[in-house]
């Protein structure tokens, strides 16, 4: 059934431990041979995936319910008020904008003419302070590496050349003079694989060469940071550096613009926190940190004297983890309670003026504007209502409706309920589970569950079109808010880290128990998921529990735990995961649960949808390419083992709405298939008419 995926050992030997590769050739992206591998596997993904009857009803329901229109939080620079908009199927969304309420908008920026196959997606825009200028960044088939391309606001004309070779970067403007932004040098051999580790802020000069372009940060080779960035304060005075060696944890550096050879000066100079500069009113400066604060405080102090010693709680640590904004002179404290939104806010002398009442229970994020900003916008979702935009009065606390979407789909016919359960170790882990009314718990739904569980960050309830297609067959959708994530904090986050990696794999397997044991699904009815290192997650899940669920749906996942700090930025990961070089104990822990090295001959697998993409250049697409080889390898049962390869894809970010929507029809397709589903549920088909 598969291609034959030939074996070439590489043979490692870490720590005194012999490590055999036998598909290591698959790493070199470039190869003819790995086309050849990718184009034959793909070959037969499709011909299964084709054979599944209802594919192209799933697609059709897709396609129906993602035709609504949606447009994005607004913000104002210079005379126009700019939002994003799709009209519903447009591949990418288009930036409008409008001087007036009154006015008809006009196209600023549309996405879908920057190439054939809309392949091409928006990333960063910026504007200069007076808003005549624009600076924009471009992914080309999603690739992580960056075009800037700047423009005149007016006529909407390029203005100089483009910047290249721009990664993990912000636009960030000094006044109407130029901008701060950062990357890499371009690495040898592949630039979608190669290793990129000593990351760089540069200054661009309007009319200038990038060649001109001075680095400010980051060119001392002995102090290597993968992650620098740099940003301004609202008044121009403060330029502000943050730079890590790893996802968490950073270095903060300001430097007083005011003064023509003014220094550098270190408010921290190690990495054991995170913290960043959000505010500042003459030289007093607002700083969001975790630092002796687990759950995330804000605190002042002078520029001149701005090292820890000096801080003073401005918006002290709470037991909700704190996510603060500011905007038209107030600050906003977004508390996190289980994973839904609670909204405080402040003025600049701490005093809180009032608690914003939200529109329900839900994920709430804005909030945000300059100082002289008379309103502000919030946006409001849970996971059963589509997002919505309002216009929040910060005087009066009072908002409206700005735009809300009209959509086919009824969220009043479902319900989301969160749940307790306890993990192997007893901590109690809040999950949410979603579903049509009335769902009869018989253990025979049809059911997804997903979950991330790493990295700080946190599932927030939101709406998903291609989750509630699933829900309208009958499908049942559970997230579960694992260790490793953000939801409670740097102690929820670092639980979940390096040695304590497992709690995440045992906090999802004892979700999957949870709905098993309340008789939402069965063994036979649920489906795992998750992307990313939640691609990780799953693939752990399957290799250490495979008979505890039916089908396995990891996405652009990070798969091999001996390698993956070897690729691109992968190295910047080990504060999450650790590496194999450092420390005997800390090579035994990744190999043991890797899921690369841990498929075992002769088990009966689950059935598999591995989906990913050729120009992931973040989590690179080889590591998906070798769980494949080895699963297909060595799976004992007849569940299939797929991979579905997307060319001129990257990690998610910018795919175009054709190809997302027919990746959903092949999963869901896929998993109602293997788990017994001729034909789709009477809910959907009775939609579909047939």
Do not use: C
Request: avoid cysteine.
């Amino acid at each position: 059934m598969y291609p034959k995926t030939t074996k070439k050992p590489v043979v490692d030997s870490i720590f005194g431990t012999t490590v055999i590769d036998n598909y290591r050739w698959l790493e070199n992206d470039k190869s003819p041979e790995t086309e050849a591998w990718v184009k034959a596997e793909n070959e037969v993904t499709f011909d299964y995936l084709s054979k599944i009857p209802y594919r192209e009803q799933l697609k059709d329901r897709l396609t129906a319910l993602w035709n609504y229109e949606k447009v994005g939080t607004p913000f104002i620079e210079g005379d126009y008020t700019y939002f994003s908009k799709n009209n519903g199927l447009q591949n990418q969304s288009v930036i409008y904008r409008k001087k007036n309420d009154a006015d008809e908008p006009e196209v600023f920026l549309d996405p879908n003419t920057f190439s054939d196959d809309a392949t091409t997606s928006l990333g960063a825009v910026s504007f200069s302070k007076n808003g005549k200028t624009a600076a924009y960044s471009i992914s080309e088939g999603g690739s992580d590496w960056r075009k800037i391309i700047i423009i005149d606001t007016a006529s909407k004309t390029i203005k100089e050349d483009t910047l290249v070779d721009v990664k993990f970067s912000g636009i960030s403007w000094y006044k109407n003079e130029g901008f701060y932004y950062s990357s890499y040098t371009k690495p040898k051999g592949s630039e979608l694989s190669a290793k990129t580790d000593q990351h760089k802020l540069y200054y661009h000069k309007l009319g200038t060469s990038q060649k001109e372009d001075a680095v400010i940060f980051g060119e001392i080779p002995s102090e290597k940071h993968r992650y620098v960035s740099g940003y301004l304060t609202e008044d121009f005075r403060y330029l502000v550096i943050s730079a890590q060696i790893s996802t968490s944890g950073n270095k903060l550096f300001i430097k007083d613009l005011s003064g023509l050879n003014n220094k550098l000066v270190t408010i921290l100079d190690n990495v054991k926190s995170d913290t960043y500069v959000i505010e500042s009113s003459g030289s007093k400066l607002f700083l969001q940190t975790n630092l002796n604060a687990p759950n995330q405080k804000v605190v002042t102090v002078d520029a001149t004297n701005p090292t820890p010693e000096n801080w003073v709680d401005f918006i002290p640590e709470t037991e909700n983890v704190l996510s603060p904004s500011t905007g038209a002179d107030y600050f906003f404290a977004t508390y996190m309670i289980d994973a839904v939104s609670k909204v405080l806010q402040y003025d600049f002398n701490g005093t809180l003026i009032r608690e914003v009442r939200l529109p329900g229970v839900g994920s709430a994020s804005g909030f945000g504007g300059k100082k002289t900003a008379k309103e502000l916008y919030f946006s409001f979702t849970n996971y059963n209502t589509p997002s919505s935009s309002y216009k929040y009065n910060p005087k009066d606390g009072t908002y409206t409706s700005y735009w809300k979407p009209f959509i086919a789909f009824n969220p009043n016919g479902y319900e989301s309920k969160q749940v307790f359960y306890a993990s192997k170790d007893g901590t109690k882990i809040p999950m949410m589970i979603t579903h049509k009314k009335g769902v009869e718990l018989n253990g025979k739904n049809p059911t997804i569950l997903y979950g991330y569980g790493g990295f700080n960050i946190s599932l927030m309830p939101s709406f998903s079109i291609a989750n509630a297609v699933w829900m309208e067959q009958g499908g049942i959708y559970a997230v579960a808010n694992l260790r490793g994530g953000g939801e409670y904090g740097k102690k929820w986050h670092d639980a979940g880290t390096q040695l304590k990696k497992q709690n995440v794999f045992d906090d999802f397997i004892a979700a999957a128990e949870y709905l098993i044991q309340k008789n939402y699904t069965s063994s036979n009815y649920l489906a795992i998921s998750g992307g990313s290192n939640g691609g990780l997650l799953v693939g752990a899940t399957m290799t250490q529990k495979p008979h505890l669920m039916k089908v396995v749906l990891p996405a652009v996942g990070v798969l091999d735990m001996l390698r993956y700090h070897t690729f691109t930025a992968g190295a910047g990961w080990a504060y999450d995961y650790g590496t194999a070089n450092d420390s005997k104990e800390m090579f035994d822990y990744l190999k043991g649960y890797s899921p690369v090295h841990n498929v075992q001959k002769g088990v009966k697998y689950p059935a598999t949808l591995i989906t990913t993409g050729d120009h992931d250049d973040r989590v690179v697409p080889a590591h998906s390419f070798k769980f494949a080889a080895e699963l297909q390898d060595k799976q004992s049962g007849e569940n299939p083992t797929l991979i579905r390869i997307e060319t001129n894809a990257g990690h998610g970010a910018g795919t175009p709405v054709t190809k997302t929507i027919e990746q959903y029809a092949d999963i869901f397709g896929f998993t109602l298939y293997n788990m017994g589903f001729n034909q789709l549920p009477n809910s959907l088909k009775k939609k579909l008419g047939s």
